[in-house]
């Protein structure tokens, strides 16, 4: 059973940092793009940062350019966004996606609260 288990969520003031990562587990064969979408409150799922293949350079969304950084571990499986000078607008559901050559994965996401 595939599972993607998310951390690191929670509640920043404006201006600070956060960093995410999620794991892959279970029956997955040949991921290829690994990454972090977002969802905000009557907004839809939008792209944060992503690799497209495994060993490419990420793309970002234009408002979090210069300010989050995502990696991957390929070998565990894992990618990591690390979220700085975080501002208000940053709040939202953040989900794990892992798309390998048979299937796209989410995780159940984790809050993400930019607030003073």
């Known amino acids: 059973q595939v599972q993607l288990v998310e951390s690191g969520g929670g509640l920043v003031q404006p201006g600070g940092s956060l960093r995410l990562s999620c794991t892959a587990s279970?029956?997955?064969?040949?991921?290829?793009?690994m990454g972090w979408f977002r969802q905000a409150p009557g907004k839809e799922r939008e792209l944060v940062a992503l690799?497209?293949?495994?060993?490419?350079?990420?793309n970002y969304a234009d408002s979090v350019k210069g300010r989050f950084t995502i990696s991957r571990d390929n070998p565990k499986n894992t990618v990591t966004l690390q979220m700085s000078s975080l501002k208000p607008e940053d709040t939202a559901v953040y989900y794990c996606?892992?798309?390998?050559?048979?299937?796209?994965?989410w995780g159940k996401g984790t809050l993400v609260t930019v607030s003073s």
């Open positions: 996606n892992v798309v390998s050559t048979t299937a796209s994965y």
């Open positions: 279970g029956i997955i064969f040949g991921i290829n793009a």
């Open positions: 690799f497209t293949s495994r060993g490419g350079s990420p």
